[in-house]
């Protein structure tokens, strides 16, 4: 069973958070990580079991404005991963949210990273598939690594996200269509 919660800036596990953020994002999502929090729409939510005592699990960051919720960050404590922790946090935040598409980015499968294996994007990539999100044939680069688009009910809102990277993180998101390829 676990819990999420939204968590403040002065909550007593936002050291845990940042130290998560470190291990499982690579340097440049930090800066990115600070603009997203110190805008208005951006929530952050803590992720807690409650098998024994409630244990800090991981966390969300998650901005919305009327049309669409966009899943920027999403990590579970190292010790935990592997364990269902992270489908119930995803099924228990588009629960929360019914009715509303939720779209999140990752890494895409079909360019080199220098951050992450390709094994490790395809974890990601099927994680996502299996816990009820949906490929789209949309993409867009940051900071030379290219994401790609998954929503939580289809279509992927083109228009709503390109307005949100606009108007709450200050870039102009170039979005771009692939054909849909089998891997």
């Not at 079991?49 to 969300?60: H, K, L, M, N």
């Not at 009715?99 to 974890?123: F, K, M, W």
Request: proline fraction near 2%; include cysteine; hydrophobic fraction near 40%.
């Amino acid at each position: 069973m676990i819990s999420i919660i939204k968590l403040t800036q002065n909550h007593s596990d936002i050291p845990r958070v940042w130290e998560l953020f470190s291990e499982a994002f690579h340097d440049r999502a930090r800066v990115m990580m600070s603009t997203i929090l110190n805008s208005m729409s951006a929530t952050l939510y803590g992720i807690y079991t409650e098998e024994v005592a409630r244990q800090f699990a991981g966390f969300f960051v998650v901005l919305e404005d009327e049309k669409i919720l966009f899943l920027s960050f999403f990590a579970i404590c190292p010790e935990l991963r592997s364990s269902g922790i992270g489908s119930q946090a995803l099924h228990a935040l588009v629960e929360k949210h019914r009715g509303r598409q939720i779209t999140l980015a990752y890494e895409s499968i079909l360019q080199p990273s220098d951050n992450v294996t390709r094994t490790q994007r395809e974890r990601r990539r099927a994680f996502y598939l299996q816990n009820g999100f949906h490929e789209s044939q949309w993409y867009a680069c940051y900071n030379d690594i290219e994401y790609a688009f998954a929503c939580s009910q289809e279509p992927v809102d083109v228009a709503a996200l390109k307005q949100m990277f606009r108007q709450y993180m200050n870039y102009e998101a170039n979005i771009y269509a692939y054909e849909r390829l089998v891997i």
